[in-house]
Nanobody, 125 residues
Framework: VQLQASGGGLVQPGGSLRLSCSAS????????IGWFRQAPGKEREGVSL????????FYADSVKGRFTISSDKAKNTVYLQMNSLKPEDTAVYYC???????????????????WGQGTLVTVSS
């Protein structure tokens, strides 16, 4: 199982970015994919998750209405569209995967078995 996160960069407040998480070695249908972020000096926090089986999505309150998670099963890839970015969204973003039965809607890091490397998102003017 491998996960490859990409798409980070520098963006001005109010701007947008789309992160991608490319999965290999497993089929999305049986897994949940979560996005997490970790800012300097802070704990890793859950941002969003999507169920590979039925497409159910969940979001942290801090990103609801601004971020959208989606998947392309043909490409085995999950996306995180981030709009109306704020300086407090600055962090290293990670994607992670776990069998669907192991995760809950609370998006807790300890529920996820497989992790990709992070991609840095910096929101600054």
């Amino acid at each position: 199982v491998q996960l490859q996160a990409s798409g980070g960069g520098l963006v001005q407040p109010g701007g947008s970015l789309r992160l991608s998480c490319s999965a290999s070695g497993f089929t999305l249908h049986y897994y949940a994919i979560g996005w997490f972020r970790q800012a300097p000096g802070k704990e890793r926090e859950g941002v969003s998750l999507i169920s590979g089986s039925d497409g159910s999505t969940f979001y942290a309150d801090s990103v609801k209405g601004r971020f959208t998670i989606s998947s392309d099963k043909a490409k085995n890839t999950v996306y995180l569209q981030m709009n109306s970015l704020k300086p407090e969204d600055t962090a290293v973003y990670y994607c992670a995967a776990s069998p669907i039965y192991k995760v809950t809607s609370t998006i807790r890091p300890y529920e996820y078995d497989y992790w990709g490397q992070g991609t840095l998102v910096t929101v600054s003017s």
